[in-house]
């Protein structure tokens, strides 16, 4: 009992060294993905007919409407994925947020009574249009990726997106954009399922007008696997708020596992990914994307100078990278420093070999000079002619020598070395972890049998 | 003892050794990202379309308050009639339509009481600014009146339609009420129904 309690202490010590906490893994998580994380602002402008009356709202000038959602560079070139409902032209995309529009025009002058069925009965009678009956509506796509600029202080590349491909809102609620920029910091999408239980990350802006901040990641657990008009969702209990749709949903290694929808939904990477084929997308990380892992890696690690390095190597292909410039600066607080290389490792690797060699060269020494007295068996010279033992068979031998050299060592470390070997050959109690535990349930079994055979 | 200390430093050096060994360096790549040629948004398109008739009048409603000044006997001055009931509709293509059923309008000529009582439909063209409403011209009616005094019914009279009848009218609508106002003396205050031109 006292072996297993000791046992299971010990491996609970591996595991408390071995298993970052789960903090940290969501830490770590969430530090890889933030890199990929976008803002999507679409920008809409349209009138609102009624088909059945013809009604035109939205006057002469037409409404101008903006939905930010999230996104994900899932490409570093230049291909985001988002929800297909944010860029999407109809009544669940633009046309309804220009619905929304016409009937607040409509509640001002009392055309409105209940909302929930006003808004139902304009997806039913109305369409969203140009500036020309039947034409689309007019419509302007912004990724927004947070930077630094030269001098390290927080900015944001804003570049145009156009849509490459889309899954409808009430399919699959998947869209990939694509903006005119190289090198992006991309996420990696994980093409298979996880399971029911596992822990994800919604990752993105709860609040798009807040700029000052870095993307939210909010902790939850992958609830349950849904199919929905025969494509299949991720339901998660990560709380996320409606202009995080879009955003990604990760795994803890930071890998894209869905993208959030709505109503505690998120399409499935496997959705993405076959979006992505579909266009020919390899949807591969770039050099820069597996320097900045192995950068965090490095870093949670607690092996900042090798944080450093990698953060660097990230840094001179993308020096507005804000997140490898950010965990570069923690890496350098807690003393990480470029160039330095791996101290610690190698100061253990030099100290080793080197204790190892001089204890050897001894080793030799000693043996060398007591070769004489094994030989011809007569006291070495400057060795004590009294020992206090008697000649030795031959399988007792060594025991003898070994005193020998107890003399010449000295008796301090003669007596460890005594000590060693009586310990190493007492039954003692068994190391954790070690063959002795074994040992002794075979002992209790041949006890046991032992007893039976008495019987 | 000394097998062991051994066994110690090499146990400690293999994997530190190891461990620098088989460090890697940081992959390398391409030439640093430039920002300073990058393409930005473009804004969205300036469009514009003909503006429709106001919001706020499209719609169905109903008098609640109403007062005409009406020429009542011939040659005599114009008597002043209240009432309520009509039900107006606006309709975005620019027309309109009036419905009257046992529409009673009263007024006194020398102490008595007189009426009028109509029924029917008329359909109208419509057009407004944010002040005025335009009526170019009453396109079909089918409304009949009925005139009474201290006598009893004192005569039938049935609407014409009016293809030239420009009538304008000033209004103020405040989303759920109208008040329009002419310059003889009428002025109608109509609130609106769900009939038609609302939604939910």
């Avoid at chain 1, 046992?7 to 970052?20: D, E, N, Q, Y």
């Avoid at chain 1, 007792?396 to 008796?411: C, F, K, M, N, P």
Wanted: proline letters at 7%; one cysteine or more.
């Amino acid at each position: 009992m006292a072996a297993t309690a000791a046992l299971c202490g010990a491996a609970a010590l591996v595991l408390t060294i071995a298993a970052p906490a789960a903090a940290d893994r969501e830490e770590h998580a969430a530090a890889v993905a933030r890199s990929g994380i976008v803002l999507v602002t679409v920008k809409w402008h349209g009138w609102v007919r009624d088909k059945v009356t013809g009604e035109v709202f939205g006057g002469v000038d037409g409404y101008t409407v903006e939905a930010s959602c999230g996104g994900a560079v899932v490409d570093p070139n230049g291909y985001v994925a988002t929800a297909s409902h944010c860029v999407h032209t109809g009544p669940e995309g633009g046309a309804g947020l220009l619905f929304d529009a016409a009937l607040t025009d409509l509640a001002r002058v009392g055309r409105v009574g209940d909302p929930a069925k006003a808004k139902r009965a304009m997806v039913e009678h109305a369409l969203a249009e140009g500036a020309v009956r039947d034409r689309p509506v007019d419509r302007v796509v912004e990724v927004d990726r947070p930077e630094v600029d030269a001098d390290g202080n927080p900015t944001w590349d804003v570049a145009p997106a156009t849509v490459v491909d889309l899954v409808a809102p009430a399919d699959g609620d998947v869209a990939v954009l694509k903006v005119p920029r190289d090198h992006l910091p991309a996420l990696e999408v994980r093409s298979d399922e996880p399971p029911v239980g596992a822990s994800v990350l919604a990752v993105g802006y709860p609040d798009p007008d807040d700029r000052t901040r870095e993307p939210s990641a909010r902790a939850g657990r992958l609830a349950a696997h849904r199919v929905l008009r025969d494509r299949p969702f991720h339901e998660v209990t990560a709380k996320t708020t409606p202009q995080m749709d879009g955003s990604p949903v990760v795994d803890e290694q930071g890998r894209v596992v869905g993208v959030v929808s709505r109503d505690s939904l998120a399409a499935t990477s496997a959705t993405l990914v076959d979006l992505l084929r579909g266009k020919g997308i390899g949807a591969a990380q770039g050099v820069a994307d597996r320097n900045y892992r192995t950068g965090l890696d490095r870093y949670f690690d607690d092996d900042f100078d090798g944080a450093v390095e990698y953060l660097d190597a990230v840094l001179t292909v993308d020096p507005a990278h804000r997140q490898a410039s950010e965990y570069r600066r923690l890496a350098a607080e807690k003393g990480g420093t470029a160039g330095r290389g791996p101290a610690l490792p190698l100061v253990l690797s030099v100290l080793g070999w080197s204790v190892a060699a001089a204890v050897a060269a001894a080793l030799v020494l000693v043996w060398r000079q007591g070769r004489p007295v094994s030989v011809v068996d007569t006291p070495p010279l400057g060795l004590p002619v009294a020992l206090g033992v008697e000649p030795q068979p031959d399988g007792e031998g060594d025991a003898d020598q070994a005193q020998r050299r107890e003399r010449a060592l000295g008796d301090d470390e003669a007596d460890d070395q005594a000590e060693d070997r009586d310990a190493d050959v007492e039954p003692g109690s068994p190391a954790p972890g070690g063959p002795g535990a074994a040992e002794g349930d075979q002992g209790d079994d041949a006890g046991e049998r032992r007893e039976d055979h008495r019987a | 003892m000394l097998i062991t200390v051994i066994s110690g430093a090499v146990g400690l050096a293999v994997p530190s050794t190891a461990a620098v060994l088989s460090r890697k360096s940081p992959e390398r790549c391409c030439a640093a990202v430039s920002g300073t040629s990058r393409v930005t948004p473009t804004p969205l398109p300036t469009t514009t379309r003909t503006a429709g008739p106001p919001l706020c009048l499209i719609g169905s409603w109903r008098t609640v308050d109403e007062t005409f000044m009406i020429q009542f006997y011939t040659g005599l001055a114009k008597i002043r009639f209240t009432g309520k009931g009509r039900v107006l509709e606006f309709r975005p293509d620019g027309t309109a339509s009036e419905k009257q059923t046992d529409l009673v309008l009263t007024g006194t000529y020398q102490g008595n009481e007189v009426r009028m009582v109509g029924n029917g439909t008329s359909e109208l063209t419509w057009t407004a600014t944010d002040r005025a409403i335009t009526y170019p011209a009453r396109t079909r009616t089918d409304i009949t009146w009925a005139s009474y005094d201290q006598r009893g019914l004192i005569g039938t009279w049935t609407g014409q339609p009016d293809p030239a009848l420009n009538e304008v009218d000033d209004y103020v609508c405040s989303g759920d009420t109208v008040v329009e106002s002419g310059s003889t003396g009428y002025t109608s205050h109509w609130v609106r129904t769900s009939a038609y031109g609302t939604y939910g």
